[in-house]
């Protein structure tokens, strides 16, 4: 039987939200670009793309500004939306970061002591975690430097990892006056045992890469540094043994002078970044050769059980953080962006808990108290 009496609409929809409104290329911005899906001889592939959406403030170590959060929400429905797209590319420019997290210079200026403002903001930071989740293409972070603070937290967002192995992972906020709460507190556990998960996130301490790969939380490391044509690990890492003395040492930080040989060493390198280069594009081939709706229903099941308590934590979270923007945010953010005038980037925390050991109050008296002056 004909169906030619059903009425058929062929003309292709746009589904795209907005057309590059919160987009660009320079500094501080979010650059969005299509590029060719390469096969295993890195041939172009017709018709076919990956979108590289690529956070551009490397001055301020990819930290996000307000408007590159709506450029990340911008990129990822973009992607999400465009049937061309193989897979989505999170990634950043230059060689030291990847992303420190939200821009510390807006909180301490702006938000800090604008806790309403501060609530609006972070409604747009959840419409970024929500759009990575969402993003109806799977999500590789090509890691090409630190991911530290809110960067960890929209790093763990997404679906696999690949890293520089010059990289670092970890989180900032308890030093600096946040709690990560947008995101790393409901995915660290997943990726990390609890008891990892815990140290890491309060500790405040960077870990390596290639500690993070053994850790599980990553799923490649590669190295960037090359010396007359070698390759060379990052040096700054215990990579050439697992253990001394009983303790685990591969991917532990050198000390001392091992250090300092290290950093000489690193002089002596240039970044490349082919070898990363080559395990996306590998990673982008390996998708574009399976069933786009089985895989992406088998990523969206497990990206599911990150959601169930992103989803559960992140609206009372919000209300949190705007509040804490009066108090410990206050203090702590403007204590870092101070740092070049006083000497110290963080709040006398002996001072603060002995204030609060006698019930003071919060006030200018008290932050004059615990942020140090200029010198
Ligand atoms: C550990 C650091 C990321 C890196 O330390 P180091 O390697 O010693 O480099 P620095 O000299 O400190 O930094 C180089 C320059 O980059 C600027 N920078 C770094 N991070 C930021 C940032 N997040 N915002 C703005 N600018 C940044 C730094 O000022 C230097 O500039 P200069 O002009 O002096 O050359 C260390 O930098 C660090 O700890 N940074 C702060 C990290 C942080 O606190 N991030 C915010 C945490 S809170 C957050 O992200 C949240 C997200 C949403 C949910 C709630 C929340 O709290």
Redesign the pocket.
Known sequence: MSLDFLKRDNELKNHALMENQHLGTSAPSVIYEKRPVLDPAGKPVDDLYSAWITLNNP???N?YTTEMVKGVIEAFQKASSDRSIVAAVFTAVGEKAWC??????EYASYYSRRPTEYGDY?DL?IGMVDGILNCKKPVICRVNG?R???GQ?IGMATDITISSDMAVYGQ??PK?G?APV?GSTDFLPWFLSMEDAIYNCVSCELWSAYKMKYKGMISKVLPVLKKNGEWIPNPKVRTDTWAEHGQIVYGEMVQGAALEEAEALIAQCKVDFELLDKEVNALIWRFTNLFPNCLMNSIDAIRGKKKFFWDQQKVAQRHW?AANMNNEAWLGFNA?ESRKLTGKDTVDFVKYRQLLAKGAQIDEHFAEQVIAAPR
């Open positions: 001055a301020q170590y930290s420190s997290g939200g821009n510390t210079a972070i930071f630190m530290v603070a809110g937290e900032a906020g600096h946040s947008g953080l870092f």
